[in-house]
């Protein structure tokens, strides 16, 4: 099956510092990958979509100077919390679809990185 | 945009008792996925739904899309602590790929 790798799964950073998050596809090429967040106890919002050797689409209200992302291969996509606050800190996931989009495809989620910003 | 309600929003049953999530949006939905997430987990991917009025099956977990295309039901028969968890619906409507999840419906088992 299909499988996402995702780096590192959790990281306590100082404020202002930038934390980078790396999600690869490890047995399939992955055109599009996404990223969401999710607070706790709550469902997963959709932050910005991932295509491969262009920019990012960011949905409304994600800062895009902020969070910035980066999808240089097929199965490489990294999204980097640049000056992170207190208020960044959250459970990111990627995920990967083997479709340029997720119409129809399923998701492959990768295990999510635990950001804490102290 | 598109938003999508599950209902309930949190479930608690006793092991052995049957458990319902329901799915609904506003719009018609081009299809439906549904994804479990453990605790402390990851979203894993179940199943999806297509056709209008379909019914699909995975051992204790029944799948069904309405014949509107605008909602949905996972229904989990006997429930076992191996359920635990918050169960997503996620939909894709016509002219938006995009893909919105439901608010989610956390199941916890009762031994």
């Known amino acids: 099956g299909a499988v996402v790798s995702q780096h590192p799964s959790w990281v306590i950073c100082k404020s202002g510092t930038s934390v980078k998050i790396e999600c690869r596809s490890l047995?399939?090429?992955?055109?599009?990958m996404f990223w969401y967040r999710q607070f706790p106890k709550q469902s997963l919002m959709l932050m910005a979509t991932s295509n491969e050797g262009s920019k990012a689409t960011y949905e409304q209200g994600v800062e895009k100077d902020k969070f910035l992302i980066n999808h240089a291969s097929l199965t490489l996509s990294t999204l980097t919390v640049t000056s992170a606050h207190p208020e960044d800190s959250s459970f990111y996931i990627c995920?990967?679809?083997?479709?340029?989009?997720?119409?129809?495809?399923?998701?492959?989620f990768g295990n999510g990185t635990r950001l804490t910003v102290t | 945009g598109q938003q999508v309600m599950q209902i309930p929003q949190y479930q608690h049953v006793q092991e052995g008792e049957d458990f319902t999530t329901y799915c609904n949006s506003s719009?018609?939905?081009?299809?439906i996925q549904w994804y479990k997430q453990r605790p402390g987990g990851h979203p894993v991917f179940l199943i999806q739904l297509v056709k209008s009025g379909e019914v699909k099956k995975q051992k204790r977990l029944t799948f069904q899309f309405g014949e509107a295309k605008k909602n949905s039901s996972l229904h989990i028969t006997a429930t076992q602590t191996t359920d635990v968890g918050t169960y997503f619906c996620?939909?894709?409507?016509?002219?938006?790929?995009?893909?919105?999840f439901g608010t989610g419906t956390r199941l916890t088992i009762i031994p």
């Open positions: 995920s990967a679809s083997r479709t340029p989009s997720s119409y129809n495809s399923p998701l492959h």
């Open positions: 996620a939909a894709t409507n016509f002219g938006n790929e995009k893909l919105t």
């Open positions: 047995d399939f090429q992955a055109t599009t």
């Open positions: 719009t018609t939905l081009s299809n």
